[in-house]
Protein backbone atom coordinates (compact mmCIF):
# COMPACT_ATOMS: atom_id res chain seq x y z
CA UNK A 1 0.00 0.00 0.00
CA UNK A 2 1.46 3.26 -1.16
CA UNK A 3 1.83 5.94 1.88
CA UNK A 4 0.98 9.76 0.86
CA UNK A 5 1.25 11.93 4.03
CA UNK A 6 -0.29 14.66 1.77
CA UNK A 7 -3.07 16.83 1.98
CA UNK A 8 -5.64 15.82 -0.73
CA UNK A 9 -9.05 16.78 -2.28
CA UNK A 10 -12.40 16.68 -0.56
CA UNK A 11 -13.50 14.14 -2.90
CA UNK A 12 -10.29 12.09 -3.05
CA UNK A 13 -11.76 9.18 -0.27
CA UNK A 14 -14.56 8.90 -2.92
CA UNK A 15 -12.79 8.26 -5.70
CA UNK A 16 -10.62 6.32 -3.87
CA UNK A 17 -13.13 3.86 -2.22
CA UNK A 18 -15.41 4.11 -5.79
CA UNK A 19 -12.04 2.13 -7.08
CA UNK A 20 -12.48 -0.68 -4.66
CA UNK A 21 -9.47 0.46 -2.50
CA UNK A 22 -9.15 1.00 1.20
CA UNK A 23 -7.36 3.66 2.63
CA UNK A 24 -6.51 5.59 6.04
CA UNK A 25 -7.42 9.34 6.55
CA UNK A 26 -7.45 11.92 9.91
CA UNK A 27 -8.66 15.36 9.98
CA UNK A 28 -5.60 17.91 10.67
CA UNK A 29 -5.84 20.69 13.12
CA UNK A 30 -5.78 24.27 12.17
CA UNK A 31 -2.05 24.33 12.57
CA UNK A 32 -1.35 21.33 10.84
CA UNK A 33 -4.31 22.39 8.06
CA UNK A 34 -2.69 25.69 7.62
CA UNK A 35 1.12 23.81 7.26
CA UNK A 36 0.12 20.94 4.74
CA UNK A 37 -1.79 24.20 2.58
CA UNK A 38 1.61 25.62 2.35
CA UNK A 39 3.30 22.31 1.44
CA UNK A 40 0.52 21.94 -0.95
CA UNK A 41 0.86 25.06 -2.78
CA UNK A 42 4.76 24.73 -3.18
CA UNK A 43 4.02 21.31 -4.65
CA UNK A 44 1.28 22.47 -7.22
CA UNK A 45 3.86 26.00 -8.08
CA UNK A 46 6.34 22.88 -8.75
CA UNK A 47 4.40 21.11 -10.99
CA UNK A 48 3.02 24.53 -12.72
CA UNK A 49 7.01 25.46 -12.89
CA UNK A 50 7.49 22.30 -14.62
CA UNK A 51 4.30 22.52 -17.17
CA UNK A 52 5.50 21.93 -20.97
CA UNK A 53 2.31 22.78 -22.30
CA UNK A 54 -0.42 24.91 -21.68
CA UNK A 55 -3.17 23.22 -20.78
CA UNK A 56 -1.14 21.43 -18.01
CA UNK A 57 0.25 24.98 -16.83
CA UNK A 58 -4.02 26.36 -16.62
CA UNK A 59 -4.88 23.37 -14.24
CA UNK A 60 -2.35 24.05 -12.27
CA UNK A 61 -2.80 27.21 -11.86
CA UNK A 62 -6.24 25.88 -11.24
CA UNK A 63 -5.15 23.58 -8.21
CA UNK A 64 -2.92 26.84 -6.34
CA UNK A 65 -6.07 28.99 -6.69
CA UNK A 66 -7.62 26.50 -4.88
CA UNK A 67 -5.67 26.25 -2.34
CA UNK A 68 -5.32 30.26 -2.09
CA UNK A 69 -8.99 30.53 -1.51
CA UNK A 70 -8.20 27.94 1.15
CA UNK A 71 -5.62 29.90 2.60
CA UNK A 72 -7.19 33.13 2.65
CA UNK A 73 -10.00 31.31 5.35
CA UNK A 74 -7.25 30.25 7.24
CA UNK A 75 -6.39 33.78 7.45
CA UNK A 76 -9.68 34.94 8.54
CA UNK A 77 -9.98 36.82 5.78
CA UNK A 78 -12.42 36.82 2.46
CA UNK A 79 -12.12 36.18 -1.12
CA UNK A 80 -13.53 39.58 -1.18
CA UNK A 81 -10.93 40.96 0.35
CA UNK A 82 -7.96 39.35 -1.24
CA UNK A 83 -9.32 41.08 -4.23
CA UNK A 84 -9.61 44.02 -2.94
CA UNK A 85 -5.84 44.14 -1.65
CA UNK A 86 -5.14 43.45 -5.46
CA UNK A 87 -6.61 45.87 -6.79
CA UNK A 88 -4.96 48.28 -4.08
CA UNK A 89 -1.81 47.22 -5.03
CA UNK A 90 -2.51 47.03 -8.64
CA UNK A 91 -3.89 50.87 -8.49
CA UNK A 92 -0.26 52.39 -6.52
CA UNK A 93 2.12 49.76 -7.88
CA UNK A 94 0.35 48.34 -11.34
CA UNK A 95 0.36 45.18 -12.33
CA UNK A 96 3.01 42.81 -14.80
CA UNK A 97 0.86 43.61 -18.15
CA UNK A 98 3.69 46.38 -19.43
CA UNK A 99 6.64 43.24 -18.83
CA UNK A 100 8.99 45.57 -16.90
CA UNK A 101 12.38 43.95 -16.26
CA UNK A 102 14.28 45.96 -13.51
CA UNK A 103 18.21 45.14 -14.17
CA UNK A 104 19.13 47.84 -11.63
CA UNK A 105 18.69 51.33 -9.17
CA UNK A 106 21.48 53.60 -9.05
CA UNK A 107 22.15 54.76 -5.39
Known amino acids: MPTYNKLVRDCIPEIIRANGNK ?3 RILDENEY ?3 LQLKLKEELQEYLEAMEDSHAVE ?3 DMLELIYSLVEVHHSSLDELEEVRREK ?3 RGGFDERVYLIDVED
Open 34 to 36: KEE
Open 60 to 62: ELA
Open 23 to 25: FNT
Open 90 to 92: REV
